[in-house]
């Protein structure tokens, strides 16, 4: 049986029904969106590990609740602040999402982002039809805080990823706070914190103690190991999170992942996601001393996260890696698209890309 869509006028949408902003859109290519093939997956900084969670068999005839309280107090404890102050979503995905679509109006507002940096907060701006200030890191990091807030002009909000995928780059504590001070009367600062288990010492967290226009978004995705999960948490003042929970949708946390999410910040799963946080950093500098020593490599970024940014000699070794199952991200950065980002894998995983860099120098260096 043919399953082939027929083509006739009647299925052709009117034209014009499209608005201009998403028939222009590119849809955001995730790491799992690209059909690749490939059995080691070092390309979406995930976690290695895995953990069997079960279910607690609750009834499943009623919806849940919209931001189930012993969650709430779970992730509150964990991040030393009041329940009032954490709202649970749908991924730190659906954080971004909500705070543009709470904050700014189409066709008028701006975000500044500072590039390279993560992807979705482009594709939320382009997909809300909302202006993107693009700055750079390298404004971020080197300019002074004046020159900084003077560029960000009148965005509404202020992205920080910190540290920053994929460079791995930090921004101090301090700064952001100074930051947020210029900026009280203008935009929100939204720091993510998707990496920050791996440097937990840098978190702005602290900051939401002074300032009403700072906001922390966080995630299980990525050290908590929980990508499959879509777990994220918004971290703010009330006067932030207020207006931002007319905006959510109703039930967005199902009964299934409110359970497990539960199970993954109890005390002992916290102290284990530690454990593995300091095991996947010993790994990676590992890593990184392959790397620098690599006659392949030509840069390597130092920086925080469960991944490495590196620029190769040639980009034909992504091509060699693929042949071999290793699926790592391949990246256009500065004008150049010979980067690739390598998440850290458990240490087989590792073992593999130490092969394939000997492979790609002839080289048969003892593997340590
Ligand atoms: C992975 C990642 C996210 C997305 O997290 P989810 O909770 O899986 O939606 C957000 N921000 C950054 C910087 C990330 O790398």
Sequence with gaps: MSTDVKQSDTLRLPPGLLPKNIADLSAYSSAKSEKLSGSTWLNANESPYTREYKLSGQALNRYPDPQPQQVIQAYADYVGLAPEQVVMTRGADEGIELLVRTFCQSAKDSIAIFAPTYGMYKVTADTHNVALNTLSQELLLQGDVDEICTQVGDAKLVFICNPNNPTGALVSQDKIAAIAARLTSSALVVVDEAYIEFCPEQSAVSLLADYANVVVLRTLSKAFALAGLRTGFTLANTQVLAPLRKVLAPYPVSTVVADITAQALSTSNIASMRRQVDILNALKSRLQQWLEQSDAVTRVL???????????????????????????????????????????????????????????????????
């Design 302 to 368: 130092k920086g925080k996260g469960n991944f490495v940014t590196l620029q190769l000699k040639d980009k034909n070794a992504i091509a060699i890696a693929y042949q071999q199952g290793l699926v790592m991200r391949p990246f256009t950065l500065y004008g150049q698209d010979n980067w690739l980002r390598i998440s850290i894998g458990n240490e087989q995983e590792l073992g593999e890309v130490k092969a394939w860099l000997d492979s790609l120098t002839g080289s048969t260096a003892t593997n340590q």
